[in-house]
């Protein structure tokens, strides 16, 4: 009697097939972290493809922009490139085989970006995960006056008592600027700061400092600065106070600075006058000095 037939193939052959399989199947991709670049609007970006892959040769690289593959080139053989899509087309080139340049960079180019690379000969894939920030630079800060609700220059002269609305604005940038104030270059912290889209256009930075003035005011300066993350320039806008008061004699306004320099002026003119008049009076007591015997009998001779 014939012994049945196996249906199933001996251990070591399965073993061998299972060996097989994992040696050659592609690897899930593991949780990468996330490298963060950033740039400004117009500038060039470089996206980095640290993969987690390990060692080996790259034989295929593919970058894509949330479920989109922008680019990818396969390095096996005769280079296969696959031309960039849409709003990256003609901006887009691989720095050393692998990072991802994009010039004249948009805003619509922030975003996740993934490069998944596949080694050979195994097979195995790493992924590099990017996500892109692209701001714009805001403008410089504008700053404006406000007594109650009539608009004055800043710079302008105000009178001791009055309470002055220092208005400072920043539009156009991405995200919308931060703005600090500073006084005699001390952060002033008593502020009150919104965001304006009313115009519909950009939105605009707002901060507003109220300056209740008094005549020890007076040249105080002013500063008001923008600024955002990296690479966002900081930029500056000073104004100087003037405090001033009405003067009868001259029927006119004055700045409280005059004032203090007329006084000193006063004042130095007077010690001036009389350091003179000191000088004067040593300088004539020198020259009376004692006669010798020798002059004394030249007078007699005579």
């Known amino acids: 009697m014939e012994r049945p037939t196996s249906q199933f193939l001996p251990f070591s052959w399965c073993a061998y097939l299972l060996i097989l399989v994992l040696a050659t199947a592609p690897v899930e991709a593991q949780d990468t972290a996330e490298r963060v670049v950033a740039t400004l609007v117009g500038r ?169 003035l008094t005549e020890d005011d007076d040249m105080d300066v002013m500063t008001c600065t923008s600024w955002g993350p990296e690479p966002i320039r900081r930029r500056s806008t000073s104004i100087t106070l003037r405090v001033g008061f009405y003067d009868p004699q001259q029927q006119t306004m004055r700045y409280v600075s005059w004032s203090l320099i007329g006084g000193g002026v006063s004042g130095a003119l007077i010690v001036l006058l009389i350091l003179v008049v000191i000088a004067s009076t040593t300088g004539k007591s020198s020259d009376r000095r004692p006669r010798t015997s020798g002059e004394l009998s030249l007078q007699m001779i005579y």
């Open 44 to 212: 060039q970006a470089v996206l980095p493809c640290d993969h987690d892959g390990g060692a080996g040769n790259v034989s295929l690289i593919m970058w894509t922009k949330g479920s989109n593959i922008i680019t990818q080139v396969a390095l096996q053989n005769d280079v296969t490139f696959v031309e960039p899509w849409g709003p990256f087309a003609s901006r887009l080139t691989l720095t050393d085989d692998i990072n991802l340049q994009v010039d004249n960079t948009r805003l619509e180019d922030e975003g996740h970006y993934q490069c998944t690379v596949t080694l050979s000969p195994t097979n195995r894939q790493g992924v590099a995960e990017v996500h892109l920030y692209v701001y714009a630079q805001p403008e410089a800060p504008v700053i404006t006056g406000r007594l109650d609700r009539d608009n004055v220059d800043p710079d302008g002269m105000v009178p001791p008592g009055m309470n002055l609305t220092l208005i400072c604005s920043s539009s156009g940038g991405t995200p919308p600027a931060n703005l600090t104030w500073y006084r005699q270059g001390k952060e002033v912290v008593d502020v009150v700061s919104y965001h304006d889209n009313s115009t519909g256009d950009d939105v605009t930075s707002v901060s507003e400092l109220l300056v209740q």
